[in-house]
């Protein structure tokens, strides 16, 4: 079997609810993403999901180093793609660009196998243990029970608030997401995700009000990504753990946080190069005993690679209305991700709705943070009811 060509095909459509974080508290409604298919000329297709402004370089790479060669070497061809991006670095846009084929690439192997991506990477559980995360600095207090209590509905008893920007409204909508978990009928486990947007001392300060009332399991991203020393300092200052990763590109940028003791969890995902580049995070992670968590993607289908990780905890779960074009083979039940038996991925695309949904360029309201990093991040909080910038109205 070897790889023909690769086509691709961007979607932007309105998500069911506006997702938002300390840095864009406003939210944003509108959901924009690449289609990949990378064809065979065994009559297969491996599917993924790119980012909206890769679709050149995704086929630049393609075309290079993929075309003419047997897609079921996916380790082989990762490296080979990393190679060639060593002058520039396995970094950024390249890094999606890899993650995109990548998980392209193992839908193929796992198809050619005529199995589940779950079978073919080992795992020997199709249950992956889940958290809900709402994305949730623009919802209301009612928006926020809704999220969590449908959440709870589904045996979830793990929740993840977004926080940073008001401090006793924060502990406020934390009471609120324990209180709606608690009607799965277990015991709520609290998580908090600041989203780089404290310096660690602001950190210390806001975590330690939080855990007056509540016990915190993790705190994520309480400083910046590769800020080892603070992360330290937070992590020896605070009784929850601290969890980050997410923003991370390679397994050598991981590599500080483990030495310095910096990191409790290592959290992980496509984005840290695709299936492959994120087995590199969690086999480096379990030789020093420490847990990993995967990062939300839509339609969940990540789950397929956390389900053979020893180290793996649980999955962030979004489920905003990421998949209105495709669907995936898996549900969630009492807690966890169910895969099915769907050779591949899991992941189908309705060619109908994808045609309706397609554009010529992502729209600005598709901007995963429309305003990058918020005015005062990390030197003095600017609240929600706060301009971006002076002379905003």
Known sequence: MKVTGIRTILFEHEMARPIGDANNPRGRAQ????????????????????????????HKMAEGLLVGRDPRGVVGLWHRMANFAFKGGNRGAITDVIGALDVALWDLKAKANDEPLWKTLGASSRAVKAYASGI??????????????????????????????????DLRRIGIMKEALATSGKDPVLLIDSNEYWSPKQAIQHIRYFERQHEIFWAEEPARRWDATGLRKVSDSVNAAVATGENLDDASDFRPLIEARAADVLQIGVGTGGITGAMRVAQMAD???????????????????????????????????????????????????????????????????????????????????????????????????????????
């Open 31 to 58: 959901y924009a993403a690449l289609a990949v298919f990378l064809d065979t000329d065994a009559g297969l297709t491996g599917v993924s999901l790119g980012d909206p402004g890769a679709a050149s370089n995704i």
């Open 287 to 393: 030789g020093f005993d420490l847990p990993v968590s995967v990062m939300n993607c839509p339609g969940n289908y990540m789950a397929e690679f956390a389900a053979v990780l020893p180290n793996h905890i649980w999955m962030e779960v979004v489920d905003p209305g990421y998949d209105l074009v495709f669907e995936h083979d898996s549900r969630v039940e009492d807690g966890y991700i169910i895969l099915g038996d769907r050779p591949g991925n899991g992941i189908q695309f309705d060619e109908a709705k994808l045609e309706a949904c397609r554009v010529r360029e992502r729209s600005a309201a598709a901007a995963p943070s429309p305003w990058g990093r918020r005015r005062g991040a990390g030197l003095y909080v600017v609240g929600d009811g706060e301009s971006l910038e002076l002379g905003e109205e």
């Open 136 to 169: 949730d600095l623009s919802l209301d207090d009612a928006g926020i029970r809704a999220f969590y209590e449908a959440q709870a509905a589904r045996g979830i008893p793990i929740g993840k608030l977004k926080v940073g920007l008001d401090r006793e409204a």
